[in-house]
Nanobody
């Protein structure tokens, strides 16, 4: 059974930092792509970034490029989303997801083919 569990969300001030974790079970993340998504209230879900296990390529949405970083700890079967210089507009529920293949399928700022999803963790950026 595949499970993805996000954690690390919470309240942070603008300009602050937060690190989200996505712990996987039932799959080994070394062989899967992993995507981070977010959904703000009243808005569609959008891609934040995606890590391709096949070649190590990492993709980021323009809105977070230079501020967010995806990394993987194989020993812990965990993927992280480090978020720095947080802005009010970063407020959203953040999800991790994985497809049944090791490469990110990128179309614009979205990553397709995700089969497994976590339940999300809420990030609130507010002063």
């Amino acid at each position: 059974q595949v499970q993805l569990v996000e954690s690390g969300g919470g309240l942070v001030q603008p300009g602050g930092s937060l690190r989200l974790s996505c712990v996987a079970s039932g799959i080994t993340l070394d062989y899967y792509a992993i995507g981070w998504f977010r959904q703000a209230p009243g808005k569609e879900r959008e891609g934040v970034g995606c890590f391709s296990s096949s070649d190590g390529n990492i993709y980021y949405a323009d809105s977070v490029k230079g501020r967010f970083t995806i990394s993987r700890d194989s020993a812990k079967n965990t993927v992280y989303l480090q978020m720095n210089s947080l802005k009010l507009e970063d407020t959203a529920v953040y999800y991790c997801a994985a497809p049944d293949f090791p490469s990110c399928r990128v179309r614009g700022s979205y990553y397709y083919g995700m089969e497994y999803w976590g339940k999300g963790t809420l990030v609130t950026v507010s002063s």
